[in-house]
């Protein structure tokens, strides 16, 4: 389904939320342009887009927008990362 209501994720995270120092939802600007926000002068940090799939929808949608998974393309698209 391309519209669905999306995944809360508040009880999972409200026990750890007085140790968090920043939260983003990722929209303009994806991870790469939401973590340089948060993250402290000297702190740098890894992610590793390997490390999860992109949903099924997702795949749909480039095959019809001729969006090509790189990092120029799908990512900055769908804003993740």
Do not use: K, Q
Request: net charge positive; with cysteine; charged share 10%.
């Amino acid at each position: 389904m391309l519209l669905d209501v999306h995944t809360s994720y508040v009880a999972a995270v409200a026990p750890v939320l007085p140790h968090v120092h920043a939260l983003a939802h990722i929209t303009g600007g994806g991870i790469a342009g939401n973590l340089v926000r948060v993250l402290p002068a000297g702190c740098e940090a890894v992610v590793d887009a390997r490390a999860w799939s992109w949903p099924p929808v997702f795949r749909v949608l480039m095959r019809a927008g001729e969006v090509s998974l790189g990092r120029c393309a799908a990512y900055s698209t769908w804003a993740s990362g």
